[in-house]
Every structure is written in C-alpha cells, then in structure tokens.
C-alpha cells in the first residue's frame, strides 16, 4: 500500500511556472507506476501526465504537452510536476495517483489518490 500527499499548488500569473510535489510513504514506492491528474470546477478528472516505475517512459495529454514535465526521485519516495508557461485553464484541483492498470490515463484504473492540492491562474 502506498499513501499519497500533494504540496505546491497556489495561486500563480499567466505565463508562471509551479513545481507539485507528491510524497509517498510506504517502502515499496519505486514498485508503483504513477500519474498526475486534475479537476476543475464543474469539469471531470482528467489525466495530465504518466510516469513509470523507473522513470524511463513518460507520458502526457496533449494540452500540456512541451510545457509540463512528470519527473520521480525513487531514493525521496516523490513524484513531481513541473508546470510552466501555465494558462488559465490550467487552474484544476491536481492530484497524483499510483499503480494504475493497463489504461494509465483513465483515473478509474488508479488504486491509490492523495488529497490534492489547488493551482489556480490569474489572468
């Protein structure tokens, strides 16, 4: 089993850069493929970004493509997104998840969420 918890969300200008953090506890961190996502307001979730294992494939949606980078530190037990250039629809409620099944970017195949934390951009 692994927990899960969010940190550097905040509020930010168009065109700022945030770094989320995600801290796991529980030893067996480096087993689990693990993927970012967010919601908006009235919106579903959605997948932002895949990352597996050992770090060594990468994924993520098109409208953050070139702009967001899904980094992992196996020795520290975290997962990070790295957001720059963010748009105001890029405000959502992010969440980091772990050990999804084979479709990592439907969040009904994840088995584990943390709590989330709050981007919001100001225009």
């Known amino acids: 089993q692994v927990q899960l918890v969010e940190s550097g969300g905040g509020l930010v200008q168009t065109g700022s850069s945030l770094r989320l953090s995600c801290a796991a506890s529980g030893r067996t961190f480096s087993y689990y493929n693990l993927g970012w996502f967010r919601q908006a307001t009235g919106k579903e979730r959605e997948f932002v970004a895949y990352i597996t294992r050992s770090g060594g494939r990468t994924d993520y949606a098109d409208s953050v493509k070139g702009r967001f980078t899904i980094s992992r530190d196996n020795a520290l037990k975290t997962v990070y997104l790295q957001m720059n250039s963010l748009k105001p629809e890029d405000a959502a409620v992010y969440y980091c998840?772990?050990?999804?099944?084979?479709?990592?970017?439907?969040?009904?195949?994840?088995?584990?969420w943390g709590q989330g934390t709050q981007v919001t951009v100001s225009s």
């Open positions: 998840a772990a050990d999804p099944g084979s479709s990592y970017y439907s969040p009904d195949s994840y088995n584990y």
